[in-house]
């Protein structure tokens, strides 16, 4: 009876320490990329010539069609509510008032260590919008951020 009342006892505490814990997230970079005129951000297949091509298209505008905006995020733990990445741009012409913009997207979990999703700003948006300045990316799960990363002049 004593042994029976004390397994029920340990059975207890350990099982109260399995609830559910809600998600947790971390956005663990952002990678803003020009766009050229066939939607493409790189001509060759490694980094160098990725590079090489990003800087040919900074210092050459008419060659650009939009931006890629890759964010490398992670969630540990229960996930309660649906997914988004949200993209905060603030930027503008060199003549003109300061522009800011929102881009959102859902996000799904994909691997166990951390998932890519690109988002893209394209045409007139792009166009209208003018240089990008700085950058805010959120990771939310339903209305609660669960991660953040920022642009030093944010």
Aim: glycine share 10%; hydrophobic share 40%; proline share 3%.
């Amino acid at each position: 009876m004593r042994r029976l009342s004390i397994f029920s006892l340990l059975t207890i505490f350990c099982l109260s320490g399995f609830t559910a814990s809600a998600a947790t997230g971390k956005v663990v970079k952002m990678l803003p990329f020009f766009l050229d005129k066939k939607g493409e951000h790189m001509e060759g297949a490694n980094l160098y010539e990725r590079d090489s091509y990003q800087t040919k298209l900074r210092e050459h505008p008419d060659l650009r069609s939009g931006m890629l905006f890759d964010v490398q995020w992670k969630v540990h733990g229960t996930v309660n509510a649906p997914l988004k990445i949200r993209i905060e741009l603030r930027g503008g012409q060199k003549e003109g008032a300061p522009q800011v913009m929102t881009l959102e997207t859902d996000a799904h979990p994909g691997h166990w260590f951390s998932t890519w999703t690109g988002i893209t700003l394209l045409g007139d948006d792009y166009t209208k919008f003018g240089e990008l300045s700085a950058w805010r990316v959120t990771l939310w799960e339903g209305d609660t951020m669960i991660g953040e990363q920022k642009s030093f002049l944010w």
